[in-house]
């Protein structure tokens, strides 16, 4: 339903107000983070913890062993900002 209703939003003619104010991408992953959440209810959604992820300046990294030590992920799990000031993760997971 979300991703519908977002590919319907791209779907209009640029040189809306604001698209002229500055840029407004529908296709960036924080929109898409947004639109899930308001969109749909935690159960609709999964939470990928054992794929890294980085969209500057913020980055996921597993912090568990064995994805590291299985050679599936090569990131540092020190620089992960899902436990830092602002991220939505500690609160994602006490719903």
């Known amino acids: 339903m979300a991703i519908r209703a977002i590919n319907r939003v791209e779907e209009t003619p640029k040189g809306t107000s604001i698209d002229k104010a500055g840029g407004f991408f529908m296709k960036d992953a924080p929109v898409h983070t947004i639109a899930l959440a308001l969109f749909l209810e935690k159960n609709q959604i999964h939470f990928f913890n054992d794929i890294s ?3 500057d300046p913020f980055e996921h990294c597993p912090i568990e062993k064995d994805v590291h030590e299985g050679g599936k992920c090569h990131c ?3 620089k992960t ?3 830092t000031w602002g ?3 500690p609160s994602w997971f006490s719903l």
């Open 76 to 78: 540092n799990p020190e």
């Open 81 to 83: 900002f899902d436990f």
């Open 53 to 55: 992820y980085r969209h």
């Open 87 to 89: 991220s939505c993760l």
